[in-house]
Nanobody, 124 residues
């Protein structure tokens, strides 16, 4: 069973940067697609970024150009580099994984495994 653990969240000022990490454990990392989602209080979970087995990346329009998703297969870890942070980026960030590629990378229902979330707070 795959377990995902996020880390790297915290409090930063607007315009600052933060890097989130998602470490996989319990088995050798073999997911074809990795994703990052976020959820603000009172709102639904929304797609942030995804990375396929072939290293194709996808981003929500709201973060494109500011966030970068990457991975280190040797460490079974996926990262989300967040630059030029805005107060509206404040949310609980989750990493997610699925065993096979899907064209529906922005749909949370497509992912089988989820982390517990790490809080990101951006002050103005």
């Amino acid at each position: 069973q795959v377990q995902l653990v996020e880390s790297g969240g915290g409090l930063v000022q607007a315009g600052g940067s933060l890097r989130l990490s998602c470490a996989a454990s319990g088995r050798t990392f073999s997911s074809s697609t990795m994703g990052w989602f976020r959820q603000a209080p009172g709102k639904e979970r929304e797609f942030v970024a995804a990375l396929t087995r072939s290293d194709s990346s996808y981003y929500a329009d709201s973060v494109k150009g500011r966030f970068t998703i990457s991975r280190d297969n040797a460490k079974n870890t996926v990262y989300l580099q967040m630059n030029s942070l805005k107060p509206e980026d404040t949310a609980l960030y989750y990493c997610a994984a699925r065993d096979h590629d899907t064209p529906l990378v922005a749909e949370s229902q497509e992912y089988s495994y989820w982390g517990q979330g790490t809080q990101v707070t951006v002050s103005s």
